[in-house]
């Protein structure tokens, strides 16, 4: 039966002195005492000094909001530069009923003087929804937009959303090979046809940009930090000419 030589794993010898592998495990005894006594002395510095400010940076701790900007897709056209497929984009307008029924009958009427709104919305179905966002005019004219500027400086309740449209030529025998696009994430998505083939080339990348929120969930102005620029799409010109 073998037996183990135990000598050999000591740091000392029998004698007394230093062993073969004691100054490797002296020197590794030493550094976990060295890391041990700078967490020692960092966390009796937090706790003690500076436990004040860590308590006052986690009471008043702060989040991010990120927002993505939606990147125009590139265009399809023939080998001449007519215009296939194009994107478009459209400005619609949201309102927040007020909860007062004084002022939301007061704020309908200012708006229904400048835009004309969407058959959708009666005064007696929007008013009827106090503190609900709703969408007025899902297209907005040049003129109307123009219309607006003074009521969006002076009414919270008002907000401006921009989003895309994709068009394409009104040619029956192009039209199931250009093919259709789907809004996900910020960017349209080519999902057939040549809209698909040239995805690619054709999407965007969306600007990403996030603000930083208070303890009520509200943006702190000045805060906001552009995270990734946006980036249009490219054109693709395909090998062929469209007859005038």
Not at 217 to 230: A, Q
């Amino acid at each position: 039966m073998h037996s183990l030589n135990t000598s050999k794993l000591s740091a000392f010898g029998s004698d007394g002195r230093v062993g073969p592998g004691g100054y490797r495990l002296m020197a590794l005894w030493l550094c976990f005492a060295v890391w041990g006594l700078l967490l020692f002395s960092r966390f009796s510095q937090i706790m003690v000094w500076q436990r004040s400010d860590y308590l006052l940076d986690l009471s008043f701790e702060e989040g991010w909001r990120y927002e993505m900007i939606p990147a125009a897709r590139g265009r399809l056209l023939d080998v001449s530069g007519r215009p296939l497929a194009w994107t478009s984009r459209v400005l619609a307008l949201d309102w927040r009923v007020p909860a007062a029924p004084e002022q939301a009958e007061r704020e309908w009427r200012l708006l229904d003087s400048v835009v004309a709104i969407d058959d959708h919305w009666r005064r007696d179905r929007a008013l009827a929804r106090p503190d609900t966002r709703i969408r007025l005019k899902r297209e907005l004219e040049p003129a109307e937009f123009a219309g607006l500027q003074d009521l969006l400086v002076n009414l919270e309740s008002l907000r401006i959303t921009s989003y895309f449209v994709r068009e394409r030529i009104d040619h029956s025998f192009l039209r199931e090979r250009i093919g259709e696009v789907q809004f996900e994430q910020a960017s349209e998505i080519g999902r057939s046809g040549w809209e698909k083939e040239h995805d690619g080339l054709l999407r965007g990348v969306p600007a990403l940009l996030r603000v930083r929120l208070d303890q009520e969930n509200r943006p702190i102005p000045g805060t906001r930090e552009v995270i990734r620029e946006m980036r249009s799409g490219y054109d693709v010109y395909l090998p062929f000419r469209l007859d005038p």
